[in-house]
């Protein structure tokens, strides 16, 4: 069974500060890897994806791969209450189609 | 908005009937991927569609079934539902199934069984 593995929260950071997301997933052989957001009663929304090791930035976003350690995570910078959502996090691990966590619910207060 | 629309928005069923909920693919995509999000949870695979041929199946039982057409819309038919069918449905829709092509989701289904 392939898993990805995420804190269901909520987390909870003042409006400004980081907020880091974390998800893990057991399949070495995973290739590409892609950030969501939800709003509630919403569909999944694109924030990222990441092919390489290292750290992606786009704004205020940074995504971070660590496939020896089999580790992706997600950074906000300048957290806004608008950012206040669920955070899925998905996992391709062969033809297209994507395995998701059960999500982290994040908290932005004003 | 990505493009992807999906109907009907809201559909509620008695258990044991059948239901066909639709998908149409942003402009110049041929893949389409069904997922189902039961509250609280990730979005589950149910199913993906290239070039209407099934590409791919997650655990659901054959009750769920679907369609891919030539203009690469799809429908998802469920038969004999129960209660646990109640959910959000997501169409994905994607470029040729390469690996790590990204999947943009319409607004869903929301499915309630009574």
């Known amino acids: 069974q392939k898993e990805v593995e995420q804190n269901s929260g909520p987390l909870s950071v003042p409006e400004g500060a980081i907020a880091s997301l974390n998800c893990t997933y057991s399949?070495?052989?995973?290739?590409?890897f892609f950030w969501y957001r939800q709003y509630s009663g919403k569909s999944p929304e694109l924030i990222m994806f990441?092919?390489?090791?290292g750290d992606k930035e786009d704004g205020r976003f940074t995504a971070q791969l660590n496939k020896a350690s089999q580790y992706v995570s997600l950074l906000i910078r300048d957290s806004q209450p608008s950012d206040s959502a669920t955070y899925l996090c998905a996992v391709n691990n062969a033809g297209n189609m994507l395995t998701f966590g059960g999500g982290t619910r994040l908290m932005v207060k004003p | 908005e990505t493009g992807v629309t999906q109907s009907p928005t809201h559909l509620i069923k008695t258990r044991g009937q059948q239901v066909t909920l639709r998908c149409s693919s942003q402009?110049?995509?041929?893949?389409v991927s069904w997922y189902q999000q039961a509250l609280g949870q990730g979005p589950q695979f149910i199913f993906q569609?290239?070039?209407?041929?099934?590409?791919g199946r997650g655990n659901f039982p054959p009750r769920f079934s679907g369609l891919q057409f030539p203009n690469y819309s799809s429908e998802l038919n469920v038969n004999a539902l129960e209660l646990d069918d109640s959910a959000l449905y997501l169409c994905?829709?994607?470029?040729?199934?390469?690996?790590?092509?990204?999947?943009?989701f319409g607004p869903g289904t929301r499915l309630l069984v009574l």
């Open positions: 399949d070495r052989g995973s290739q590409s």
């Open positions: 569609y290239y070039r209407e041929e099934e590409n």
């Open positions: 402009s110049g995509h041929n893949t």
């Open positions: 990441i092919y390489s090791n």
């Open positions: 994905a829709s994607s470029t040729s199934g390469g690996l790590g092509e990204t999947q943009y």
